[in-house]
């Protein structure tokens, strides 16, 4: 089970959810540990669970990934390439398309697009990608197909898919994408609403999704084996069959599916 001993693994977003479990998973397998969040009293509970696991040297970084300074600051201090790179942080949205402010499909857009690409490209540009780095990102089901109240988050998911494709493409690189549905994690609770505030509430959609260390074990185990894609979800997953086999009952339902 140490089979990343010795390898460097950034993990944005890994104070919670499935960032969390995703440090956890790679602690298992003994790789060394860059997590980063904003929130550095429950990046510092990770840090205790991975070291607990197995995890080599484990480094946190309270960090905004849209604060491109703060990034510019703490790339060059990173002490050597990575082997792993994931781009997991995230914001959801709980909102009617024509109900959300322009902001907030900005801000969506930059959470979820511009600052995964950003620090991506900062990294590589210092010289801290490994010859042989593997990327992996998690989009969602929302970056393969339309979803209510989710119109920026969509496209923010669809726009990561796309990028990371094209830039496996021109590399050649290791890229997997994440694509997980409904997960048991907090993110319906910062999710943004069409005026900017945050959701606030637990979504049912979300109480009842799929456990995060389950989720995060098939990503890892997906990633290790170099799959270009994860899928990972409960019944909601069929949706990816419908849209793709039968389109025309996919736009029938999935209009009446909650939200929620
Ligand atoms: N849960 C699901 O059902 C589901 C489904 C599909 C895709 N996803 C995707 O999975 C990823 C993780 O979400 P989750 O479900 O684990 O939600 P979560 O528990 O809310 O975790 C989100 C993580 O992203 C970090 N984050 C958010 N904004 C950030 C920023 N500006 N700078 C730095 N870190 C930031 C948060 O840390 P801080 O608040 O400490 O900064 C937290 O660690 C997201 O990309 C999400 O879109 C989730």
Redesign the pocket.
């Known amino acids: 089970m140490e089979a990343m001993k010795g390898n460097l693994a950034l993990i944005?977003?890994?104070?919670?959810?499935?960032?969390?479990?995703l440090a956890r998973e790679f602690a298992r397998r003994g790789a060394d540990l860059v997590l980063?969040?904003?929130?550095r009293q429950?990046?510092e509970e990770v840090a205790t669970a991975c070291q607990q696991l197995g995890a080599g040297n484990v480094r946190l970084v309270e960090?905004?990934?849209?604060?491109y300074p703060a990034i510019d600051a703490f790339v060059p201090t990173l002490a050597r390439p990575l082997d792993y790179l994931v781009l997991?942080?995230?914001?959801?949205q709980r909102s009617p398309a024509l109900e959300t402010a322009e902001a907030v499909d900005r801000r969506v857009m930059e959470?979820?697009f511009f600052?995964p690409v950003y620090l991506a490209k900062a990294l590589h540009k210092a010289g801290k990608w490994a010859g042989d780095i593997h990327i992996a990102a998690?989009?969602?089901?929302?970056?393969l197909f339309g979803f209510p109240q989710r119109s920026a988050?969509c496209a923010a998911?669809h726009a990561l898919k796309g990028y990371f494709e094209a830039l496996q493409l021109e590399t050649g690189l290791k890229v997997t994408l994440?694509?997980?549905?409904?997960?048991?994690?907090?993110?319906s609770?910062?999710a943004l609403e069409g005026d900017g505030k945050a959701h606030g509430k637990m979504d049912p959609?979300?109480a009842g999704?799929m456990d995060?260390d389950q989720c995060a074990r098939k990503c890892v185990d997906g990633i290790v084996r170099g799959k270009r894609q994860v899928r990972v979800?409960g019944k909601e997953m069929i949706a990816c069959f419908a849209y793709k086999w039968f389109p025309g009952l996919f736009f029938k339902m999935a209009g009446k599916v909650s939200a929620v």
């Open positions: 944005t977003g890994a104070s919670s959810g499935i960032g969390a479990a980063l969040a904003r929130n429950r990046l960090a905004d990934t849209t604060d997991n942080a995230g914001i959801s959470v979820d600052a998690t989009s969602s089901i929302s970056g988050y998911k994440l694509f997980p549905g409904r997960i048991n994690t907090p993110i609770l910062s959609g979300q999704g995060v979800g």
